[in-house]
């Protein structure tokens, strides 16, 4: 496109930007010349009073009802920035991170035993399989004063689908790394919990003879503060309900039999244990607060 001789040119388009400040189109198509036409020379007269420029006229006021007329909004500048931004609105909430749960504070000698239906806890439920601590967990964590999650080894080992690597076709190394995983998950998720008000309680087939691999590990994914507890009932209790149990979480009664055995090392060990062989769900769980109540006043050295 040519442009006629003596129109400004255009200032180069800038990307993202509309026509420069300071080029018109009129600039760009020049016509006839605008104004007023020259007057003709007169003969001097008298002088005039200077006139004065006209007041400006008066608005109406408003009537007393029905819309008032537009008025456009100021242009934004020093004093007047213009609207303000209206608020985002996301949904994001910030949550304190999680970090190892601490050991609980000791109450004085004076103070009365602590009330651990309105504490915040993180109890973990050792047991053999067939000891009732998925069933005793999800009643203590469902009748409590306070907000508490139960969080399942065995339910987030399974979260793996395809791959899984059952124990019960023989424990290897494949089992062994989905149960460490499951168990740093676990702890992880304690930890977000507990920084945010909520108890929780594990659930773990942990062994006596493998410290490191069971209470130490643990620990260090939850914290010292992790206050542990064995059910442990009689053999013919966790034969019968492991009987009643189907899929990847029923054993035989060999593997049943062995685990217990293996349990009995808790004896001795300084934590706490309950028998629950003759005692019902909710009778397990009140004892179950009795006994953190102990814990909580002295915590175990473990």
């Not at 504490?119 to 053999?128: D, K, M, Q, R, S």
């Not at 690597?165 to 460490?180: K, L």
């Not at 087939?205 to 939850?222: C, N, Q, S, Y």
Request: aromatic share 4%.
């Amino acid at each position: 496109m040519q442009h006629p001789v003596g129109s400004p040119l255009p200032p180069p388009h800038q990307p993202g930007h509309g026509p420069a400040l300071g080029w018109s189109p009129a600039a760009h198509h020049p016509g006839p010349p605008q104004g007023p036409a020259p007057v003709p020379p007169q003969a001097p007269g008298p002088p005039t009073a200077p006139r004065q420029a006209p007041a400006p006229p008066r608005q109406a006021p408003h009537p007393a009802s029905g819309p008032a007329p537009h008025q456009p909004a100021p242009a934004p500048g020093p004093h007047h920035p213009g609207p303000a931004p209206a608020s985002e609105t996301t949904g994001h909430v910030a949550l304190p991170p999680g970090g190892p749960v601490a050991v609980p504070s000791v109450p004085p000698a004076t103070a009365a035993a602590p009330d651990p239906t309105t504490t915040t806890l993180a109890v973990l439920l050792i047991g053999p399989a067939g000891a009732g601590k998925t069933s005793v967990a999800k009643y203590w964590a469902d009748h409590r004063r306070v907000p508490t999650a139960h969080i399942s080894l065995d339910d987030v080992r399974e979260w793996v689908r395809s791959g899984f690597a059952d124990p019960q076709t023989g424990w290897n190394e494949h089992s062994e790394a989905q149960y460490r995983l499951a168990r740093r998950t676990c702890g992880f998720s304690a930890r977000n919990f507990l920084a945010n008000g909520i108890s929780c309680i594990l659930d773990d087939a942990v062994f006596p003879d493998r410290p490191v691999v069971g209470l130490g590990g643990w620990k260090r994914h939850v914290g010292p503060g992790l206050l542990p507890v064995v059910l442990l009932p009689g053999l013919d209790i966790v034969l019968e309900r492991n009987a009643e149990r189907s899929g990847n979480r029923r054993l035989t009664d060999e593997e049943v039999a062995r685990i217990h055995g293996r349990m009995a090392g808790w004896y001795g060990s300084g934590l706490p244990i309950i028998d629950n062989s003759q005692l019902d769900i909710p009778d397990t769980a009140h004892l179950l607060d009795e006994v953190l109540s102990r814990s909580i006043a002295s915590p175990p050295n473990w």
